[in-house]
């Protein structure tokens, strides 16, 4: 073990719910995760996010950001990062059905979805 903190999380009580925020590390002891979780119909479930959810890069940028309702369903804009910490993505959702979606070039103009390619299996 390196002894760093790979993860903080502080619980609270709040209109009889139990939430936890959580901070989870890369080895690095950059901040990989952080957002409120919660426990859904009375069992613990660390699934649940609620409000705003952030992920980061190695380097420490962030990687997304995405919002969730009290029930842990996606529900207003996702967005997502590159690595240098331009937007590339916009996504939209109501109680987890996309909505809309934006994509964006480097220089943040809008461009139609990335095609994945086709990859053959040997």
Same mark, same amino acid.
């Given at each position: 073990?390196?002894?760093?903190?790979?993860?903080?999380?502080?619980?609270?009580?709040? !209109? $009889?719910?139990?939430?936890?925020? &959580?901070? /989870? *590390?890369?080895?690095?002891?950059?901040?990989?995760?952080?957002? =409120? *979780?919660? !426990?859904?119909?009375?069992?613990?479930?660390?699934? &649940?996010? =609620?409000?705003?959810? %952030?992920?980061?890069?190695?380097?420490?940028?962030? %990687?997304?950001?995405?919002?969730?309702?009290?029930? $842990?369903?996606?529900?207003?804009? @996702?967005?997502? *990062? /590159?690595?240098? $910490?331009?937007?590339? @993505?916009?996504?939209? *959702?109501?109680? /987890?059905? #996309?909505?809309?979606?934006?994509?964006?070039?480097?220089? $943040?103009?809008? =461009?139609? %979805?990335?095609?994945?390619? %086709?990859? #053959?299996?040997?």
């Amino acid at each position: 073990m390196s002894g760093k903190v790979r993860t903080e999380v502080v619980f609270e009580v709040r !209109n $009889g719910r139990t939430l936890s925020k &959580i901070r /989870d *590390y890369h080895e690095n002891g950059k901040l990989a995760r952080e957002g =409120i *979780y919660g !426990n859904g119909h009375g069992q613990w479930n660390w699934d &649940i996010a =609620i409000g705003v959810v %952030k992920r980061f890069h190695f380097n420490g940028n962030v %990687k997304s950001e995405e919002q969730f309702d009290d029930g $842990g369903s996606l529900d207003g804009e @996702s967005r997502f *990062y /590159d690595e240098s $910490g331009r937007l590339t @993505s916009r996504i939209f *959702y109501t109680k /987890d059905k #996309k909505t809309n979606e934006e994509y964006f070039d480097k220089a $943040g103009h809008t =461009i139609e %979805k990335p095609k994945l390619e %086709k990859v #053959k299996m040997a």
